[in-house]
C-alpha cells in the first residue's frame, strides 16, 4: 500500500522535475513510510514520485517507480494485486522472468505481454496507478473496479498533475487551488464530494473502473467525465458496474438456498483467502456484525493459529458494540484486541481530521474508524474489513424506508402529494417523535436512525418518481441553492440517468446506486482516510469483482427474506458462528455527536458557526445554518448530521486559509 504523485508539462520548471516529484509525494509520508522514489524524464516533462508502505516483498526489488523488464514502461502503484502470484506463473510460461516477488513486477511485466486494458482486466485486486510508456509517450492512470484507492487529476496552468490525495497537487509549485462552490453544494447535500468532482475547480476524481490517458505535449483539454462526447481523453471504462448488475439481473443464479449457500461460501473463501497473503503482520476488524464477522470467521478457517482481530468501545451503551465483538472472537478462537474510547480520547481526534481526510468529508463515523485503524495498527500492517455487505445484500434500512414511503404515497398523483407535503411541514414536533417510536420497527432500525427520514418526509413526498424520492431520503440539506449562494449542483452518478442501469426492481435500483456514489465516495473514502492515516493497509473481501457479479446473480428472495436484509450471507455465517451471537438490530459505526454539540463541542462548534464568520468567507449563507444550530441547541430538532456537514467544511476550510496564509 502506498501513495503516488506525479506531473507531465510542456512547460520548463523552475526546479528539477526529480525535486517536485518528490516534494509532492513526501506530502503522502503515512500513506507510505517505508520507502520513497522518484524518477523523471525532464525531455518528455513527465516526473512520477512515490512512497512505499513495504507489504509484498520487503526488499529493495519492490521499490516504485519501477521499470518494466523491457525497459518500455515505468510504473507507480497503490494498492494490491491479490492474484499477482497465478499472472506470475502464467507470465513465467510465457517467457518472463522475475527479479523479486512484488505484484508490481508482476503487474508491468502483465502490461508488458497483454497490453495496459487487457492487463488490467486480470487483475483482482484494489489499485490505482500511474504508467509512463516510453515508447508511446504517453501517462495513462487506472483506478480500481469499485474504486476503493483514490486517485485525482487534473490541470494547474499547463501541467496535468495527478496524487493519491489532494495533498500531494497542493504541493505542486503552480497550484492555486480555487475552492468550488457547487462542489460546496454537493457536500452539504450528500456529506461527501462525489466523484467525479473535487473541492477544487478542475481537479477531479478519478471515476472506479476506468483510465484515462495523456500524451506528451497535448494541451489543456476538460478531463471530466461529463466533457463534451468530442473530447477524446475523458476517462474511459474497462469494467462496468452497470452492465455487470444489468446482466447479473437478466440471468439470475437458478440454483436453490443450499446452493446459493455453497457457492457464496466457497468464492468468499477464495476473496478471503487471497487477502490473507502477506509479508507483514495482519488482522481484522471485528464489530461483531455480519459483515466483519463472516470475514473473520473466514479467516480462521484457513488460518493454523489465532488471527488477530480489533475493535473499540464506548462507555455509552447507544455507540457500544464490543460486547458482541467479543463474543464473536470468543467462540471463534481469535486473538482479539479491544479498547475502550473515553469520550475526551474521541473528541480529541478532531483538530487532525482535515488533515487525515485532506478534502471536507462529513460522515462522523471517521472518528471510530480512525481509532479502531490507530489501535489495529499498534499490533499489525494489514487489516481485513468487512465493508461492501449492505450495498451487495441489501443490508441498510433506507432501502426498506424508502420502499414503504413510495408503496404509501407514490400511488399519488404529485398535485395530491404537493397539498400532502405542506400539511406535514405543519405537523408538530411531538407528532414526529411518536412517529419515530412507531416507525422504528417497521422499517428495522431505532426511532434515532430513521428520525432524519421522518423529518425529510414533507421534502420527499413531492418527489417525481421512486428515484426522485430515494435522493431526497439520502440527501442531507434540502434547498442547497440557498444555502450555498450561487452555487448550482453538478451532475453525479445520483443524478446523471445516463449512468443508471435497467433495473426492474426498487431495491435492486437503490443498492446499484449506493455501488456507484455511497460505497466508494463515502465509506471507502472513510476506510481509506483513516487507516492510511496511521500507515494500515485495509483490504474488502467482500468487494472482489468475482463476489460482485456473483450477489447481482443473486434474487431479492435470497437477499431479503423475513423482513431482513442480508439473508444469504447470513447464512454464511452460521456454519460458523451461532445465529444468537451475530443478530441484533443495526447500529451503525457512530460517536454522539449530537449531544456533543450541546456540551463540551460548543464552544468549538460556535466559533466555526459565527454568524459574522460565515458572512465574511461568503460560502455559507448564515441565516439557515443559524437556524439550525439554535434550534440543536434548544432540542427542538436533532440536527447533528446536518450540522456536522457544515462544521466538517468550515473546520477544513480554517486549515485551507492557514496554508494560504503562511
Request: with cysteine; glycine share 10%.
Amino acid at each position: 500500500m502506498c501513495g503516488l504523485a506525479g506531473f507531465l508539462t510542456s512547460e520548463t520548471l523552475s526546479e528539477a522535475p526529480t525535486g517536485v516529484a518528490a516534494r509532492m509525494a513526501e506530502t503522502l509520508a503515512a500513506r507510505g513510510p517505508d520507502d520513497s522514489g522518484v524518477w523523471s524524464d525532464e525531455a518528455a516533462g513527465i516526473a512520477l514520485g512515490h512512497r512505499r508502505l513495504a507489504v509484498i516483498d520487503l526488499s529493495p526489488e519492490g521499490r516504485q517507480p519501477m521499470h518494466s523488464a523491457c525497459g518500455r514502461y515505468v510504473l507507480a502503484f497503490n494498492g494490491e494485486v491479490y492474484n499477482h502470484r497465478a499472472l506470475r506463473q502464467e507470465l513465467e510460461g510465457l517467457g518472463h522472468a522475475f527479479r523479486g516477488r512484488s505484484d508490481t513486477e508482476v503487474m508491468l511485466a502483465g502490461i508488458a505481454q497483454w497490453g495496459l486494458e487487457a492487463a488490467v482486466s486480470r487483475f483482482n485486486g484494489m489499485f490505482a496507478f500511474a504508467l509512463w510508456d516510453r515508447r508511446a509517450r504517453r501517462l495513462s492512470l487506472v483506478r480500481d473496479r469499485i474504486g476503493i484507492k483514490p486517485l485525482y487529476y487534473g490541470w494547474t496552468g499547463r501541467a496535468f498533475v495527478f496524487g493519491s490525495t489532494l495533498k500531494a497537487i497542493r504541493a505542486f509549485p503552480a497550484f492555486r487551488g480555487e475552492i468550488d462552490p457547487d462542489a460546496v453544494a454537493l457536500l452539504m447535500r450528500y456529506r461527501y464530494v462525489p466523484a467525479p468532482h473535487s473541492i477544487y475547480r478542475g481537479i477531479y476524481k478519478l471515476l472506479p473502473g476506468t483510465m484515462l490517458t495523456v500524451t506528451e505535449g497535448e494541451g489543456r483539454r476538460d478531463f471530466s467525465p461529463y466533457a463534451h462526447a468530442s473530447c477524446a481523453t475523458r476517462p474511459a471504462p474497462y469494467w462496468s458496474a452497470r452492465e455487470v448488475a444489468e446482466d447479473g439481473a437478466a440471468e439470475p443464479f437458478e440454483g436453490d438456498d443450499d446452493e446459493a449457500v455453497a457457492q457464496l461460501d466457497a468464492l468468499l473463501c477464495d476473496a478471503v483467502g487471497l487477502r490473507m497473503v502477506a509479508d507483514v503482520p495482519l488482522g481484522a476488524f471485528l464489530s461483531g456484525g455480519i459483515d466483519s464477522s463472516v470475514i473473520v470467521a473466514l479467516m480462521q478457517a484457513q488460518s493454523s493459529r489465532p488471527v488477530r482481530t480489533f475493535t473499540i468501545g464506548f462507555a455509552e451503551a447507544a455507540y457500544d458494540e464490543a460486547a458482541y465483538a467479543r463474543a464473536v472472537a470468543a467462540h471463534l478462537g481469535t486473538d482479539h484486541t479491544e479498547l475502550y474510547v473515553t469520550p475526551e480520547e474521541a473528541r480529541a481526534v478532531l483538530p487532525a481530521l482535515p488533515t487525515l481526510y485532506d478534502e471536507p468529508f462529513a460522515d462522523s463515523s471517521q472518528i471510530p474508524t480512525f481509532l479502531v485503524s490507530r489501535l489495529t495498527r499498534r499490533h499489525v500492517t494489514v487489516s481485513l474489513s468487512g465493508d461492501g455487505g449492505d450495498e451487495l445484500f441489501a443490508g441498510y434500512d433506507r432501502y426498506r424506508a424508502s420502499q414503504l414511503l413510495w408503496q404509501a404515497f407514490g400511488w399519488m398523483p404529485r398535485l395530491l402529494r404537493r397539498p400532502a407535503s405542506g400539511m406535514l411541514r405543519r405537523l408538530p414536533i411531538a407528532f414526529w417523535r411518536r412517529a419515530f417510536r412507531w416507525g422504528a420497527p417497521l422499517v428495522g432500525g431505532t426511532g434515532g436512525q430513521i428520525s432524519d427520514r421522518f423529518y425529510k418526509l414533507p421534502e420527499v413526498l413531492g418527489a417525481e418518481g421512486r428515484e426522485a424520492l430515494y435522493r431526497g431520503v439520502i440527501s442531507h440539506w434540502e434547498g442547497v441553492s440557498r444555502l450555498v449562494p450561487g452555487a448550482q449542483e453538478m451532475p453525479t452518478a445520483l443524478t446523471n440517468a445516463a449512468q443508471w442501469a435497467d433495473l426492474p426492481d426498487f431495491y435492486q435500483w437503490m443498492m446499484y446506486l449506493d455501488l456507484i456514489s455511497y460505497l466508494p465516495d463515502d465509506i471507502l473514502t472513510k476506510v481509506d482516510r483513516a487507516s492510511m492515516g496511521v500507515s494500515l493497509e485495509a483490504r474488502v473481501p467482500l468487494l472482489d469483482h468475482r463476489v460482485v457479479a456473483f450477489a447481482w446473480r443473486i434474487p431479492m428472495s435470497m437477499k431479503r427474506r423475513g423482513g431482513r436484509g442480508k439473508w444469504l450471507l447470513r447464512q454464511v455465517l452460521y456454519r460458523y458462528v451461532p445465529e444468537a451471537l451475530v443478530e441484533r438490530p443495526k447500529m451503525g459505526f457512530a460517536v454522539p455527536v449530537g449531544a456533543w454539540l450541546c456540551g463540551p463541542l460548543r464552544e468549538w462548534a460556535e466559533a466555526l458557526l459565527d454568524e459574522g464568520r460565515l458572512h465574511r468567507e461568503g460560502y455559507l449563507a448564515p441565516q439557515p445554518v443559524r437556524r439550525r444550530w439554535l434550534e440543536h441547541l434548544s432540542g427542538r430538532r436533532d440536527w447533528q448530521h446536518y450540522l456536522w456537514d457544515v462544521l466538517t467544511f468550515q473546520a477544513w476550510l480554517e486549515q485551507a486559509n492557514g496554508r494560504i496564509n503562511e
